[in-house]
């Protein structure tokens, strides 16, 4: 990270609550989430380039330099805008991969606000959001940087005021697919819609749980053992599972009694990004 002259985080997310309502002609899943973010972060490092060019120097396994979110966000942009600038990239990566908390999506993110910014392009959240849904679904949600109900793929945004208490998330070392658990036929696909009022009413049941439990036996197991001390939830389609508490104290606790084989991290569920709080500073807000 060096060589970069600015510094963003692209922090994780959680899915509170997911509804799986119907599945559309091109196999995309209408949903209803709660998205909360969390102040735990990917670490985004960028210097302006004049030639063009778009660098990755960070190398994450198992993803090609030229498929990784955070380059294609950057071309997208580039192609949008007819930009000529380019830029050297570096990432901290802190975020499990295929966790279910967003790592891809809100490098993605971070790259559009990030560049938006370096490049002195001005484009808007609204303009930033669409071209984010084509790299994603859980995009446009960083991009906002608030805490939202949203239904369609996840793109149609309400912002929303939640408590914001910690989490223990634990991340069972397996990487689900989102994709495999969306084509499942024993996903339950007939949630009846709710209202925002209504949201946490049920205990903010996921409706990806019961198909990612019974082809992940970590998450299972995650499960059962978290619940012994808190109700444990999965996010999004998984890996990761997590339990809120009033306090950071709490929280550690429950955390220091898990087995090593189980990583897992503490932090505050927030409802404004630490991207956006940043950016904010940046902008002498
Ligand atoms: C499940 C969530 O994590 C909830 O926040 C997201 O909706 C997933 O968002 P994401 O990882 O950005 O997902 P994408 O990269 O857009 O899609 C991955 C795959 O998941 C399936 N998919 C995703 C989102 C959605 N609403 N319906 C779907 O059916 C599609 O098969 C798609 O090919
Ligand atoms: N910068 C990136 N960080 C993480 N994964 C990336 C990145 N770029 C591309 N990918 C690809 O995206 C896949 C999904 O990664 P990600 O960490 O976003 O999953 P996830 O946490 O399950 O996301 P979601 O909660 O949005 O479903 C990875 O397995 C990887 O192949």
Known sequence: MNGATLTLPAPAK?????????????GYHELQTLFQFLDYADELGFALREDGEIRLHTEIAGVPHDSNLIVRAAKQLQQLTGCTLGADLWIDKKLPMGGGIGGG??????TLLGLNHLWQ????????????LKLG??????????????EGVGEKLTPIELEEPWFLVVIPQVLVSTAEIFSDPEL?????????RSLLEGGGRNDC?????????????ALILLNKFVQAKLTGTGACVFGSFPNRADADKVARQ????????????RNISML????ETLAGK
């Not at 898990?258 to 569920?269: D, E, M, N």
């Open 276 to 279: 956006h709080r940043k950016l």
């Open 209 to 221: 749980q019961p198909v990612v439990q019974k082809r992940y036996p970590e998450v299972h197991n």
């Open 258 to 269: 898990l087995p090593v084989t189980l990583p897992s991290f503490v932090a505050q569920g």
């Open 121 to 132: 392009l001005g484009l808007s959240a609204d303009q930033l959001a669409e071209l984010g």
């Open 14 to 26: 959680l899915n509170l609550m997911l509804h799986i309502l119907n599945r559309r002609p091109d």
């Open 105 to 110: 999506s809100s490098d993605a993110a971070t």
């Open 188 to 196: 339950t696909r007939d949630s009846p819609p709710i209202k925002v």
């Open 137 to 150: 679904a859980d995009v446009p949600v960083f991009v906002r940087g608030h805490a939202a109900f949203a």
